[in-house]
């Protein structure tokens, strides 16, 4: 994960040489034709009563009663500090929301292998869909001496495969290929006590994270043919109910602007550059049933989303230019964006504190996602019809209540951050599922920017998308609906504690004629629901 914070870090840092394109054309205003119809009160979701953790390097998860994630989504957790609870009960974080755990943070012996072979009988405690592995580029690097996975203009030196030496069997198999390293991923079924008769791994998930996608022009078809050899050889080595995905290519990544522009863009080139032959890629080993494939071809979903700079958090600063940075239109803009470029399921990595970048107090990850915006991340990203979070952390084990470093380089890190924003987080999520988990049964349709609001009292309604949304300074509405139940979340982001703001919802499809108003206070995430009438 460090080469994606360097990643971010220069693509946040040229932010002033970005090119102006003209502005997506407004949405029309839709008059209000005849009087308001009567309005259907939506029935505000309950908050938990909570004191938010003060305790250095810890965090609760008995914030919230016991509630679990709807079949339909996934939440991995790669976060920080599960061995604060694992102890009392390891089960607690699959009764907090979370529904599959990532490999670094499984129970030694107990959820994962770790000493070789497991014991004869052995099986894990994680059922198939509760495991994730994060592969980042050192498996690829170290364990396989590929140079490729650390630069990628070395593409056109990597060995796809050698085969057998049929004269001389005994002599010794050169692991140092693609083919070798994504092919023994099979192998780690037996971490879990059940391989199959052939050999397959049996992760739910598998999560690439080589962050090695960027490549040099004349370099870039040797590039797109070895993402694309990776991912099928991995999917032929893995249980047929893996998913394979990668945090990059995307399709699309707005780096945490939601700009107009990114409304426009087209797909990047490594998710659809199909697979073709090069001066050298038959020596190398390259086979002949990948070619007019691409890496989009074969990836089960796709991971558009993005970390948070501190600027982000930031109530003082302006948030509404098309280049301003803006939690909610980020969170929800990569979505928008993504979602109309490939329909595959989309998977969002969640960190709750800035990355590093160039951009002002965010040289280093100590600061935390405030309140609203740690709740509103557990609640607004799921209104995007998304499939799954992968919920990370650049810590693992935390030990509270530890006295500051001395090292100021080491200070709000680790062990000295306040981790409340987790309690927030868990919150959201508890707020949305523990409550309305029934709407996520597969049947629903997520309205997104065709959420249809009025802010003039009902006389004009308009359908913003997320960055609309920010440059025109209004509240977020999106809304999901799930046969005659309409569900609703709002905010107006970065509001001051004491200011008020007004927004109307309207429903007018498919026989219905809802409509509602909202009164938000500062920037608390409202949700609501309510059941819609005919006529």
Not at 52 to 57: I, L, Y
Not at 429 to 454: I, M, P, Q, V
Not at 485 to 498: D, E, M, N
Request: charged share 20%; with cysteine; proline share 5%.
């Amino acid at each position: 994960m460090k080469l994606l914070l360097l990643g971010l870090t220069a693509g946040l840092a040229g932010v002033g040489y970005w090119f102006s394109r003209p502005a997506l054309p407004e949405p029309a205003a839709i008059k209000l034709q005849g009087a308001l119809p009567a309005p259907t009160q939506l029935i505000a979701t309950p908050r938990s009563r909570f004191t938010p953790s003060t305790r250095k390097g810890y965090y609760s998860l008995d914030i919230v009663s016991d509630f679990t994630l709807p079949s339909t989504k996934t939440l991995t957790f790669c976060g920080a500090g599960r061995n604060l609870h694992v102890q009392q009960d390891r089960s607690k974080i699959f009764r907090r929301g979370f529904s599959a755990v990532e490999s670094s943070r499984m129970v030694p012996n107990v959820e994962i292998w770790r000493d070789g072979f497991p014991a004869k009988g052995w099986k894990s405690a994680l059922n198939f869909s509760q495991r994730t592995w994060i592969i980042y580029q050192n498996y690829f690097r170290d364990a396989f001496g590929l140079a490729w996975a650390q630069n990628s203009d070395k593409a056109n030196e990597t060995i796809y495969r050698v085969l057998p030496n049929r004269a001389n069997p005994s002599a010794p198999l050169n692991r140092n290929t693609l083919f070798q390293a994504s092919s023994e991923l099979q192998g780690s079924c037996s971490n879990f006590g059940d391989c199959p008769a052939a050999w397959k791994s049996t992760y739910g998930l598998i999560v690439l994270d080589i962050e090695n996608d960027g490549a040099n022009m004349s370099n870039r078809q040797e590039q797109a043919n070895l993402y694309t050899y990776m991912i099928k050889t991995i999917k032929e080595n893995s249980s047929p109910q893996t998913l394979v995905g990668s945090i990059a290519p995307v399709l699309h990544n707005s780096v945490g602007y939601s700009r107009a522009e990114d409304y426009k863009a087209g797909p990047e080139w490594l998710w659809t550059t199909p697979a073709q032959h090069t001066a050298t890629s038959r020596q190398r080993g390259m086979s002949d049933d990948i070619l007019g494939k691409s890496f989009g071809d074969y990836a089960d979903f796709q991971m558009p989303g993005t970390y948070y700079v501190y600027p982000d958090f930031d109530y003082t600063i302006k948030h509404t230019d098309d280049n301003d940075r803006h939690w909610l239109a980020a969170l929800l803009g990569e979505q928008e964006v993504n979602m109309k470029l490939s329909p595959k399921k989309r998977i969002a990595w969640h960190w709750l504190f800035n990355t590093q970048s160039e951009l002002p107090n965010s040289g280093k990850a100590e600061h935390a996602a405030p309140p609203a915006v740690a709740e509103g991340m557990g609640i607004f990203y799921w209104f995007t019809g998304a499939y799954g979070v992968l919920f990370w952390d650049d810590q693992n084990d935390l030990v509270p209540d530890q006295p500051s470093p001395t090292d100021p380089n080491q200070k709000g890190l680790g062990n000295d951050r306040n981790y409340a924003c987790y309690e927030h987080y868990v919150h959201g999520l508890w707020r949305l599922f523990k409550h309305h988990g029934d709407l996520f049964n597969g049947r629903e349709t997520y309205l997104n920017e065709a959420t249809e609001c009025s802010y003039d009292s009902g006389q004009t309604w308009l359908k913003y998308n997320a960055n609309q949304l920010k440059t025109h300074d209004l509240p977020f509405v999106r809304a999901i609906v799930n046969g005659d139940q309409i569900l609703v979340a709002a905010t107006k982001a970065y509001a001051r504690s004491g200011q008020t703001n007004q927004v109307m919802v309207r429903y007018v499809q498919n026989g219905y004629n809802f409509y509602t108003t909202i009164s938000l206070k500062g920037d608390e995430i409202y949700l609501g629901r309510a059941t819609m009438k005919k006529g």
